[in-house]
């Protein structure tokens, strides 16, 4: 769920800022565009990044971003493969399957590869306590993400 609600995040940033751009934004992506610069502000301040910093941070945001699209536009294929093999009635292609399985752990290697690369890159640029408030900023963002999703959160169903 993590994993899902950290990609969610950083989802937010890529396409919301090109749409609005091109004139093509929607309320929810008007919204999420919101989280994400109020996300990636509150971080700045905490963190006292420099400008220069807070520029190769989003730079780093918006390419993985897209990366990580790509990885689960292509898992989400991948899932729809197997499942089309697994239709009741019909015999699966036990051949098709195992390639299946496969790409899908090749799939997630590319998440660990990007998580490992967007950590190197933070390296550059960021100390290592400004790294560990960026993990922390990110925990309590997905938190909140998840808890929404739950209705436990903030403007969820289980609150008043």
């Known amino acids: 769920?993590?994993?899902?609600?950290?990609?969610?995040?950083?989802?937010?940033?890529?396409?919301p800022v090109l749409q609005a751009q091109q004139g093509q934004?929607?309320?929810?992506?008007?919204l999420q565009q919101q989280v994400m610069q109020r996300y990636m502000t509150n971080y700045r301040e905490q963190a006292g990044l420099s400008d220069e910093q807070f520029d190769r941070f989003r730079q780093v945001v918006t390419?993985?971003?897209?990366?990580?699209?790509?990885?689960?536009?292509?898992?989400?294929?991948?899932?729809?493969?197997?499942?089309?093999?697994?239709r009741p009635g019909v015999a699966a292609d036990v051949d098709s399957l195992n390639g299946l399985m496969?790409?899908?752990?090749?799939?997630?290697?590319?998440?660990?590869?990007?998580?490992?690369?967007e950590r190197?890159?933070?390296?550059?640029?960021?100390?290592?306590?400004?790294q560990a408030q960026l993990l922390i900023?990110?925990?309590?963002?997905?938190?909140?993400?998840?808890q929404i999703i739950r209705g436990r959160g903030p403007g969820g169903v289980g609150n008043p």
């Open 137 to 146: 900023a990110t925990r309590r963002l997905q938190n909140s993400i998840e």
């Open 25 to 30: 934004m929607r309320p929810r992506q008007m």
């Open 120 to 130: 190197e890159q933070y390296a550059e640029f960021l100390t290592p306590v400004q």
């Open 102 to 117: 496969d790409a899908l752990v090749a799939v997630q290697q590319e998440r660990v590869d990007l998580a490992r690369s």
């Open 63 to 86: 390419e993985s971003t897209q990366r990580r699209r790509d990885i689960e536009l292509r898992e989400r294929e991948l899932w729809r493969a197997v499942e089309g093999q697994m």
């Open 1 to 15: 769920m993590r994993t899902l609600a950290l990609a969610a995040l950083m989802a937010l940033t890529v396409a």
